[in-house]
């Protein structure tokens, strides 16, 4: 069927035992076009009662009724149908010729040009997609530029510091919290106790007040 090679590239053929119906696909985006539907009239109902023959004929009739039904939806009603199908179909498609495809006119059509949007692009369309894709990679590029860690303390070994109350973000050694001004635990001195007597003593002090021991 030289036809076919004529026309898109992509169909699906719907025929059923009850008739033929084809749908061609944009070669360039797969948008569709459903052909009319054709009634299988000549020799559907024979090759029907066949199958059905076959099916209660015993050994084989399985497989007989799978070939009746098969010649059913098959054989010159279809190759007819599908050529009516495709001369149907071509009206709604248009064909480039330096690329051959055929695509749909709505979307993949340069009328201008008279080619498909592959061989010659619509200069607004195209203009507008490379100005989209050149803002993309300039947000990309200016923020790769842009230092977002100024404000971390790399040299800080102690990790994150928050205030246990309302969960804000403490510096390294900070004692309150600015937002709330809850003590924070981490800063805080820690008590000392005399090694020798168990006294308390001062942050500083070297030896007990209380028994002399050194600290």
């Known amino acids: 069927m030289s036809t076919l090679i004529q026309f898109v590239a992509?169909?699906?053929?719907?025929?059923?035992?009850?008739?033929?119906?084809?749908?061609?696909?944009?070669d360039r985006c797969r948008n569709g076009y459903m052909s009319r539907f054709q009634p299988n009239a000549m020799g559907i109902a024979n090759s029907l009662l066949h199958a059905a023959?076959?099916?209660?004929?015993?050994?084989?009739g399985a497989e007989?009724?799978?070939?009746?039904?098969?010649?059913?939806?098959?054989?010159?009603?279809?190759d007819s149908a599908m050529e009516t199908a495709v001369a149907e179909g071509k009206q709604h498609f248009k064909h480039c010729t330096r690329c051959g495809h055929w695509v749909c006119p709505e979307a993949c059509w340069n009328a201008a040009a008279g080619l498909c949007e592959d061989c010659a692009p619509d200069e607004q369309e195209e203009l507008r997609a490379q100005q989209a894709q050149a803002t993309s990679e300039q947000?990309?590029?200016k923020t790769r530029e842009q230092d977002y860690t100024k404000a971390i303390d790399f040299t800080n070994r102690d990790g994150l510091v928050q205030c246990p109350n309302c969960q804000a973000k403490l510096a390294p050694g900070q004692k309150f919290c600015p937002q709330c001004g809850t003590p924070n635990a981490a800063a805080q001195p820690k008590e000392r106790f005399c090694t020798g007597c168990g006294a308390s003593l001062k942050p500083d002090q070297k030896f007990c007040a209380e028994c002399g021991t050194k600290n």
């Open 53 to 60: 023959s076959s099916l209660f004929g015993g050994f084989g």
């Open 64 to 78: 007989n009724a799978a070939y009746h039904l098969q010649r059913a939806v098959g054989g010159k009603a279809h």
């Open 139 to 141: 947000i990309r590029t």
């Open 10 to 26: 992509n169909h699906d053929d719907l025929s059923t035992d009850k008739g033929f119906q084809f749908k061609f696909h944009c």
